[in-house]
């Protein structure tokens, strides 16, 4: 079966090896190269119930950079979702969350010390775009969900059309990310991790093809759904690790 997430698509151009600035423990932002010790115990914790329990398959680890910032773009089913998409990988992601979870004790503290950004939903997407931006400019591995909710049947909905302002602001390689059966784990309406095997699949970045007449307002919708094909065609991929046949 041809997949497109596993097909050689060329990254973006030359301005994506942007460097970063260098890191600066002084300005508290920490390390986007290196798991600090919040990290690396909820990695020491989570790995073991991922791999062992939830028998976690990973494919595509090679198209994730070693350094720099880069965007995953993840579809979503479940609260699982950052998690499996993050510790898989040597490197922190960064993520966005509501800001109301950061006053929430213990979790808030665990957010903040894993390089989570909060978000107040009602201040519109612009603050979205631009704490995003200076997470990938500061040269982290960043993490949106572009479906804008979990899915409950694993599906891939409809692309949130904001996804192109972002897109159009960053030189970033965009890195199409698939997750397969994190809805039957943990779906929407659960309180309970069932022993469900699930798959992650790190596609390559998203080429010119692609991203075509990004910045022609009368293509977004082309666009976007050139975007969403490759995010099915990774969540497709990992379907079938997931069934043992990948």
């Not at 890191?23 to 990290?39: E, K, Q």
């Not at 409809?158 to 302002?165: D, N, Q, S």
Request: some cysteine; glycine content about 10%.
């Amino acid at each position: 079966m041809t997949d497109a997430s596993r097909e050689a698509t060329p990254s973006r151009p030359a301005e994506c090896a942007l460097a970063a600035p260098p890191y600066n423990p002084a300005a508290g932002d920490g390390d986007p190269l290196r798991r600090n010790w919040t990290w690396s115990a909820l990695q020491a914790i989570c790995c073991p119930v991922f791999y062992l329990y939830l028998g976690l398959r990973v494919r595509g680890l090679e198209n994730v950079p070693a350094q720099g910032g880069a965007l995953f773009v993840i579809n979503h089913a479940s609260f699982l979702d950052p998690l499996l998409v993050g510790m898989p990988l040597r490197r922190p992601v960064s993520y966005l969350a509501r800001d109301g979870l950061f006053r929430v004790p213990v979790i808030g503290a665990i957010l903040r010390a894993t390089y989570v950004k909060p978000i107040n939903r009602d201040g519109g997407s612009t603050a979205v775009i631009r704490q995003t931006i200076e997470r990938l400019d500061r040269g982290f591995l960043c993490g949106i969900f572009p479906e804008g909710t979990r899915s409950r049947d694993g599906v891939v909905k409809e692309f949130k059309p904001g996804l192109l302002a972002l897109l159009r602001r960053t030189p970033h390689p965009i890195i199409p990310v698939g997750v397969a059966g994190s809805h039957l784990a943990l779906g929407r309406g659960s309180w309970f991790l069932w022993p469900r095997r699930v798959a992650v699949v790190y596609g390559t970045p998203l080429g010119e093809a692609e991203l075509a007449g990004l910045h022609d307002r009368a293509q977004e919708a082309a666009v976007v759904e050139r975007i969403r094909a490759r995010v099915i065609a990774c969540q497709q991929h990992a379907e079938e690790v997931r069934q043992g046949r990948g």
